[in-house]
């Protein structure tokens, strides 16, 4: 008997990095790497799923910066081309363990690997693959949430709301623009959420938002199912709490699933470990390894000895893993229905980078999970939260409390001694941008958009969205890269800055504006600037098409 | 239009049109040449032409021709068999690889790499950010002309002024710059333009001055700061549950069930609506910012709810920051009623101050030092535990707040203390007839974390 549902949630994020000025960019990898590694492996995860008829039912959250670096015909291109180098150097590997059974396996599974990505970004999705997501979105499966424009830290954006409203907005309106529908959830960057930021959403039509644990057990008045039904906050926005036990399992470095003996090792990788004169070709131009994302060990233990990686036992481990993590959940779900008069709902979001990239048989977990889901018992059943709000659009009314995922549960990772210095800088931003787009809203109006005022109004905006992302304060706490962290926030403030000197003083050059469109161009064809003004809304033609397809979606 | 164009032939469009409807008539090669043909040339090739006159026309078309002509056919096919141009050609899935991307015309050598950070200091500002449910941040500037202003204003105490940042707990008072539940001082260092405050409980709302104390006690503001409020750290204590009914495009207002019920469902329940002025006033107390939103709402529309615009709260909010005098932090009065909705068999509930959570747990007061470089860390929390007894029918206070007491008479409190803080406690009791009344003063105080680096 179906007693309750579970929500597997990929919240799938990376900063805005593209560096067209630069032909070899360090973080530009960032994004190869996570295409290699997550995003293609799990669009043949839902491929094969809907070939072999499996009902299955995922949610995820693709952020404007990932989807505008996804479609960037520049990145593109510099993916084929670091595509093409791993599949060189998976080769050469073929070549060189051939007279060793146990790596030379491993090399040609690599190759095989890439080479499938490769088939899979030209040729099945012709480099488009948000397109894929859109699809799997389309056909029903995939349920995609939006995000804040660039992934600002809203509590800390706070003091100026308009900062907060533009956040939001620009991120709704480039969902419409990509996917052609309103966004039914929102994915709040980092979950940080504080009372007031629903109303920005309420206004962008979004029906629901995921919190952490804490933001639901915490509010106001107490909530009477937990986590495991959906609370209204006043505004009529749903809020949905992640679930601890489903995330400790998979999140935990100790006990979570990931760090299994079995799987392989993250840590180990040949850009590190082959001779430097055969693998300088493929480690970074200037002459430092890097990751090449070819790595033959396995995890073994807490050790510095690895055992080779062994495919075989690793499949193994991943089905079984995906059967115990379903079984909990059986259980915890019997457990919950005794005690509630709706079925229970368990949230379990993970970031998406975290399937692949770190936990490299976590694609091939999900895969074993929809399929036992679907086959193996009838306990269970995959949903979305939106569908979970159609089948009870009744919830309780609280105000959640304020919270974020990030460690120690409120805003400390994003706001402490490494990165408090870049919130005057964004809040006085935020305050200049506000006043600029007062003064000129006149220009703002109409469809034109070819004005040179209008034109450096955007910039300015993008300018603006890009310093608040919560990647900067965020590396600049964890203490790696730094440099690049601290000169993304200063250069963008700095052109901000010069922005608004010329569009106050009227002098804008035209050359100099060409250029930072060219380098900063998130939101090239959106009209960043205007949703600095007022309540803009995204378009609304949408509307009454998004709606027939929630009934679609809805199973009997 | 188009027609017109071609018949007339004088636009550069219809020339370029003409080329286009030629080409394939006299030679598939050409066709060829001009995809392999870089689009540079193509585009030297049409400016000269689109400089050319209309009068000019018959000049033109012949040079048209002569593109035509045998000698260029030579070159092209020459083009095709060189070495290079095959490998253009024959590798075609290599090339379907690499789409071209677009590059700016001509792009002047622009230098954007500045990264210099604008100067804030032109401008007086103090700003408040809440951390997590202890700590709030606050930074600030302090523009040279509102020091020399406030040098003029004082005279000669100004120099012996202490720089100190007045922390003001405005939870769920309509705030007048007099009436906080609790301000306190805090003294920084007039080079300082950032601080951690640390507030022992949760769920409060502040807003802070940054000013001058001069030897004689007078408080001179410099600045004034916008409200945070708090994370609550535990359990809400109040229970009352409220439902809604939310489906895409409608929404009706929140509700409470009343009449008994049949087992878990809703069966034979009634629902009674709130009103819009139940929720206000439930949540007004504890919601700075949903209390400005609200009240503005039923200020500009009375019950008939619309929802104000961001512009509006935030030049509100500038309005009154720019007051002057004591009347700078003035907000919308509500009348915040203390009634809550009567939910059923129940009978009427009320709902008393906002309780600020008694049953404080801790995070661990202790602020997360960790050595940057070194892997090197020390992290101490400290916790108290305040208990005590007395008639159960007794009032117990903690300052401003008064302390739920067991049913035995007893209680208890549990602070975190955080790092480098002093805590008064002083608790007093006072006797069901109110004619009796018996203080205890103590404190808490955790000493000042040292850091020592090469001590040995």
């Known amino acids: 008997m179906l007693k309750g549902y579970i929500c597997l949630l990929l919240h799938a994020h990376l900063p805005f990095v593209r560096h067209p000025e630069e032909e070899n960019f360090l973080e530009e990898s960032w994004l190869y790497e996570a295409i290699t590694e997550t995003y293609i492996p799990l669009i043949q995860v839902f491929d094969g799923l809907i070939e072999d008829g499996v009902d299955f039912r995922i949610t995820m959250s693709l952020t404007p910066p990932l989807v505008s670096m996804l479609q960037d015909p520049l990145l593109q291109n510099r993916y084929v081309r670091h595509l093409n180098k791993l599949i060189e150097l998976s080769e050469k590997e073929i070549e060189r363990t051939g007279y060793d059974s146990i790596y030379h396996g491993l090399a040609l599974t690599y190759n095989r690997k890439f080479l499938e990505a490769k088939d899979v970004f030209l040729n099945r999705y012709q480099r488009d693959l948000v397109s894929a997501f859109k699809k799997f979105q389309d056909l029903g499966f995939l349920e995609i949430i939006g995000s804040a424009a660039t992934h600002g830290f809203l509590p800390n954006l706070q003091v100026n709301p308009s900062s ?47 919190v952490d644990s804490h933001g639901i057990l915490h509010a106001d008045p107490r909530p009477r199912y937990s986590v495991y039904a959906p609370l209204y906050c006043p505004t009529g926005v749903a809020a949905f709490g992640r679930d601890w036990e489903s995330s400790k399992q998979v999140w935990s470095a100790k006990e979570g699933y990931p760090g299994d003996a079995d799987y392989r090792e993250y840590y180990r990788d040949i850009g590190f470990s082959l001779d430097y004169d055969y693998i300088k070709p493929y480690i970074h131009p200037d002459g430092f390894r890097v990751n090449t994302g070819i790595k033959y060990w396995r995890i073994t233990g807490d050790t510095e000895y690895k055992e080779y990686y062994r495919p075989d036992l690793a499949r193994e481990k991943a089905a079984s893993h995906a059967g115990n993590f379903m079984f909990n959940r059986e259980k915890q779900i019997e457990h919950l229905a005794a005690h509630m008069d709706r079925k229970p709902m368990i949230l379990a979001p993970y970031d998406a980078e975290l399937f692949g990239h770190w936990w490299y048989e976590g694609p091939m977990w999900i895969d074993f999970l929809m399929r036992k889901v679907a086959y193996d018992q009838k306990t269970i059943k995959c949903i979305t939260p939106s569908e979970y709000l159609f089948e009870y659009p009744t919830n309780q009314m609280a105000m959640p409390s304020a919270s974020t995922w990030g460690w120690k549960g409120y805003n400390e990772f994003w706001l402490e001694g490494s990165n408090d210095w870049i919130y005057p800088h964004l809040h006085h931003a935020g305050e200049q941008m506000r006043e600029l787009v007062k003064k000129f809203s006149l220009e703002l109006q109409g469809s034109s958009k070819k004005g040179l005022l209008r034109r450096a109004l955007n910039q300015a905006a993008r300018e603006l969205v890009l310093a608040e992302s919560s990647d900067w304060p965020f590396i600049m706490k964890t203490n790696t890269m730094v440099p690049y962290a601290n000169k993304r926030v200063r250069q963008h403030l700095s052109r901000f800055a010069k922005l608004y000197n010329d569009i106050t003083n009227n002098t804008i050059d035209e050359d100099w504006l060409a250029e930072v469109e060219w380098r900063d161009n998130i939101f090239a064809d959106m009209d960043c600037a205007k949703y600095y003004i007022q309540n803009a809304l995204p378009p609304q033609k949408q509307r009454i098409k998004q709606k027939a397809k929630i009934y679609a979606h809805t199973r009997d | 239009m188009a027609k017109k164009i071609l018949k007339s032939k004088s636009s550069i469009k219809s020339k370029i049109l003409l080329k286009k409807k030629q080409a394939p008539k006299i030679s598939p090669l050409k066709k060829i040449l001009a995809i392999t043909r870089p689009k540079k040339k193509q585009q030297a090739k049409r400016k000269p032409l689109a400089a050319i006159k209309p009068q000019k026309k018959q000049k033109s078309e012949p040079r048209l021709l002569t593109a035509l002509k045998p000698k260029k056919r030579q070159r092209s096919i020459q083009r095709l068999t060189s070495p290079t141009s095959n490998k253009n050609i024959i590798l075609a899935p290599s090339s379907a690889e690499y789409i ?7 792009r002047k050598y622009v230098n954007v790499e500045d990264s210099t950070l604008p100067d804030l200091s032109d401008k007086t500002r103090l700003k408040l950010i809440a951390r997590d449910p202890h700590w709030v941040h606050a930074y600030w500037k302090v523009a040279p002309a509102t020091m020399q202003e406030a040098e003029k204003n004082l005279g000669a105490s100004f120099h012996q002024a202490r720089h100190v940042l007045r922390m003001h707990d405005v939870t769920a008072i309509d705030f007048n710059g007099r009436n906080a539940n609790r301000t306190f001082d805090i003294e920084v260092s007039p080079q300082a333009q950032a601080w951690y405050v640390d507030s022992w409980q949760d769920n409060v709302s502040y807003c802070a001055q940054l000013g001058l104390a001069t030897e004689k006690g007078e408080f001179y503001p410099l600045a004034e700061s916008n409200f945070v409020h708090t994370p609550r750290l535990s359990l809400s204590d109040r229970g009352d549950t409220m439902w809604m009914d939310v489906k895409p495009g409608s929404q009706k207002l929140p509700f409470v069930l009343t009449g008994k019920s049949r087992g878990r469902t809703f069966l034979g329940q009634r629902r009674r609506y709130l009103t819009e002025d139940d929720i206000r006033a439930y949540y007004s107390k504890l919601f700075p910012l949903l209390r400005r939103i609200l009240g503005k709402r039923l200020k500009r529309y009375g019950k008939n709810i619309r929802i104000g615009t961001i512009d509006d709260i935030e030049d509100s909010e500038d309005f009154l920051m720019n007051l002057s005098g004591s009347r700078w932090f003035r907000k919308i009065l509500l009348g915040a009623s203390e009634e809550m909705v009567e939910s059923g068999e129940e009978g009427a509930r009320r709902v008393g101050a906002i309780g600020a959570s008694e049953s404080l747990t801790s995070m661990g007061g202790a602020s997360e030092q960790v050595g940057k470089k070194r892997k090197f860390f020390f992290e101490l929390g400290t916790e108290l535990i305040v208990y005590g007894r007395t008639e159960p029918d007794a009032e117990v206070w903690h300052g401003q707040k008064q302390i739920p007491l067991r049913p035995d008479g007893t209680f208890s409190m549990r602070f975190a203390l955080p790092d480098d803080g002093f805590i008064p406690l002083d608790f007093k009791a006072i006797a069901h007839d109110k004619l009796e009344l018996r203080e205890i003063l103590t404190s808490g105080k955790r000493s000042k974390t040292h850091y020592q680096t090469k001590f040995l």
Do not use: M, S
């Not at chain 1, 969902?175 to 930021?197: D, H, N, Q, S």
């Open chain 1, 164 to 210: 907060v409203n533009a956040q939001i907005k620009i991120g709704v309106a480039h969902y419409i623009k990509t996917f052609g529908c309103e966004p039914r959830g929102f994915w709040l960057p980092e979950c940080a959420y504080y009372p007031g930021v629903d109303q920005f959403l309420k206004e962008a039509n979004v029906r629901y938002f995921i």
């Open chain 2, 100 to 106: 071209p991307v677009q590059k700016p015309k001509l």
